[in-house]
């Protein structure tokens, strides 16, 4: 770890970087702070877990967190200082295995002093916070990263909405096609087989592929009705993208919601209906809170695999995050492409993240 | 009153419940008693239309049930199942206000009929008023089971197999309670089963069922000692059929006049089978027998009890 480069440094922002350890970029102090915490990282690993240890190890994890960032900050910080004006400083491995290393210590620490909702909801923010804090008083302004963020400030706080707006685009009509289906699948079984048959064949397609398929309809259909031409509608941007992202949405929303209500008791329906409820109460006040967790189970899945998926829509011109990817690929440029990246991971983090907190809160028990 | 008509239910081409006529009066405990798929289950379901029926009729207090909107009628009449369906969402006093709460009852009132029913089923209501099913044990979730078919004071009171998922200690505790609770509240009360110890044990009438026609119906003793059939013979257990009989009568119908037994006396409204198992254990073939009042009614002995 200390062997291999901490951050790298290049000539430009276009060739690969020569590995610089911490030691030489950052000096002696950030090396004796960074092992002096994973010591006692490593030391609570072997002491009893107590609620106290717990504590005081995801306290530890999170300040080794911040403080590699915090060294990879300054480290680019005093290389760049003696380089020239093209010459590029990126993370490198020594880096992303502290980064990780801390980053699972920390969640593992968490997990383990059992904490609730609203506690982990405030540590996660006041992590972002402490880390967007270090970003705006310029602690990483010398990393190359921070540097591709400047040249594409404005292009990168509308690729961040597209994106978002991309995921919700889809999410929205896939809920409320996804969902009536399972629904009618659960009333009919017959329906279950050729309708599951479908979402699979969908699902396999490959999303280069998909896009391909929807081009020409799409472009047909734009050329026939030039109204839809001008709300945007397309053989290329977003539109063929948005029901991309839909057909893949489609299976496990399907699925979900099948498995949901079928998980209800068929005694507790069978009580429902024996008492006199209307199948309208039945299902307000008994089916769907006693589904709501498996189905907030599959919203997860769908929103984070949009999320992912949405980049590949950049190829298509329909924009996001992706666009980054895309462009830092052709130019062979690895920290545009990590600008693209970390965006996309941080959002499909984010996304689990609180709506695994919601699906927490509903499978507390309700009352009529 | 329950009066079921000339009563078919086709299911697949099969007649699962066929021709079938019985009239449960007012305040009976009638049990619904067969092997399993013999249609008694579905009867039951027939009458708070859960399963429609073919032909027939079918008329609660003198009203046809398909002239009711089903779940008016479904909230006039109670049902209790043997998974007990209570919602695992709701704690145990919303799970007992439910029928309420659809006809609008207000908190108050709610409350109190929770609290009346808690105490009716001998769970303190302060401890499991706020207690949510799972945090029951099986016996308790049967109680609460049963307590909220019976919330909204329902005439008719429906039972499937209520107690065939409890072991036999907590069984004999619930058929004690549904005996007790019958004797106060004066509900009629349909109760499928196919345990014919648990049918002679809680029925004023008790109607067999075999492929979905009536097999025989009558009192208790009737069933056990005038068999019309050989299936009835069969179900109710030939030679076993003896004891069962024993159960059903009382040491007063046999006594003898006369005292010269000693030991400790048994009391004249026990069972002959409780006086078989006092002379068997004791290793004698005569008791003296006592009133209620304790005071010297006659002696039975072994001859008696199988006269």
Redesign the interface.
């Known amino acids: 770890m200390i062997g291999c480069g901490f951050v790298t440094l290049a000539p430009n922002r276009l060739v690969s970087g020569r590995p610089v350890t911490l030691w030489e970029a950052g000096g002696a102090a950030l090396v004796v702070a960074i092992a002096a915490l994973a010591a006692l990282l490593l030391i609570s690993v072997f002491v009893t877990a107590q609620r106290l240890v717990n504590w005081a190890a995801a306290l530890i994890a999170a300040a080794l967190l911040l403080t590699t960032l915090a060294a990879a900050g300054s480290a680019a910080a005093q290389l760049a200082a003696g380089t020239p004006a093209l010459a590029r400083v990126s993370l490198g491995a020594g880096f992303w295995v502290l980064f990780a290393v801390s980053a699972l210590a920390l969640i593992d620490a968490m997990q383990r002093v059992e904490i609730g909702g609203p506690a982990k909801l405030a540590v996660v923010a006041a992590l972002a916070a402490a880390c967007v804090g270090m970003a705006e008083a310029g602690a990483f302004d010398a990393l190359s990263l921070a540097l591709e963020y400047r040249n594409r400030r404005a292009e990168f706080a509308a690729a961040l909405g597209r994106h978002a707006l991309l995921v919700a685009a889809a999410i929205g009509p896939a809920l409320l096609v996804g969902f009536p289906l399972g629904v009618a699948a659960l009333r009919r079984p017959g329906l279950q087989s050729p309708v599951f048959a479908v979402l699979n064949l969908l699902q396999t397609i490959p999303s280069i592929a998909l896009f391909g398929l929807l081009l020409a309809p799409l472009a047909a259909l734009a050329a026939a009705a030039p109204l839809l031409a001008a709300f945007g509608i397309g053989g290329i941007g977003p539109a063929p993208a948005i029901i991309a992202l839909i057909t893949y949405a489609l299976l496990p929303v399907v699925r979900s919601t099948v498995a949901a209500f079928g998980s209800v008791?068929a005694?507790?329906?069978?009580?429902?209906?024996?008492?006199?409820?209307?199948p309208r109460?039945l299902f307000w006040?008994?089916e769907l809170?006693?589904a709501a967790p498996v189905l907030l189970a599959g919203l997860r899945i769908i929103t984070v695999q949009a999320i992912g998926l949405a980049v590949v829509a950049a190829l298509i011109g329909a924009g996001g995050l992706g666009t980054f990817v895309f462009q830092g690929l052709g130019q062979y440029a690895g920290d545009l492409i990590l600008l693209g990246a970390l965006p996309t991971i941080a959002l499909a983090l984010a996304a689990d993240f609180l709506l695994q907190m919601l699906a927490a809160t509903t499978s507390r028990?309700?009352?009529? | 009153m329950i009066e079921i008509e000339h009563v078919a239910k086709v299911y697949q081409g099969r007649r699962v419940v066929d021709d079938l006529s019985l009239t449960i009066p007012d305040g009976a405990l009638c049990v619904l008693l067969g092997p399993s798929g013999c249609g008694k289950s579905t009867t039951l379901r027939m009458i708070n239309r859960l399963i429609p029926f073919d032909a027939g009729e079918i008329r609660v207090g003198g009203e046809d049930i398909r002239r009711v909107p089903p779940e008016e009628l479904r909230r006039r009449i109670g049902y209790a199942i043997q998974s007990t369906g209570l919602f695992p969402h709701w704690r145990v006093e919303d799970n007992i206000a439910t029928v309420p709460r659809l006809l609008g009852w207000s908190q108050q009132r709610m409350r109190d009929r929770v609290t009346e029913l808690l105490e009716l089923f001998r769970l303190d209501p302060e401890t499991y008023r706020h207690k949510y099913p799972h945090q029951l044990s099986g016996g308790e979730q049967q109680r609460v089971g049963v307590a909220r078919a019976l919330a909204a004071d329902p005439a008719v009171l429906l039972m499937d197999e209520p107690f065939a998922a409890v072991d036999p200690i907590v069984r004999d505790a619930l058929q004690g309670e549904i005996a007790r609770i019958h004797r106060a509240t004066g509900k009629t009360i349909v109760f499928v089963t196919h345990d014919i110890d648990e049918a002679l044990r809680l029925a004023t009438v008790i109607a067999i069922m075999e492929r979905g026609r009536l097999a025989q119906s009558g009192v208790p003793l009737e069933i056990v000692e005038n068999p019309a059939s050989e299936f009835v013979r069969e179900f109710v257990g030939r030679e076993a059929a003896g004891l069962k009989s024993l159960a059903l009568r009382k040491v007063s119908e046999r006594l003898q006049p006369g005292d010269g037994a000693a030991g400790e006396p048994i009391e004249a409204a026990a069972s002959l089978r409780d006086a078989l198992a006092a002379m068997t254990a004791r290793r004698t073939d005569r008791l003296p027998v006592v009133d209620a009042a304790g005071n010297p009614a006659g002696v039975i002995t072994l001859a008696d009890l199988v006269r």
């Open positions: 008791d005694a507790v329906i069978d009580a429902g209906r024996g008492m006199g409820m209307t109460q006040q008994a809170p006693l028990r309700t009352r009529p």
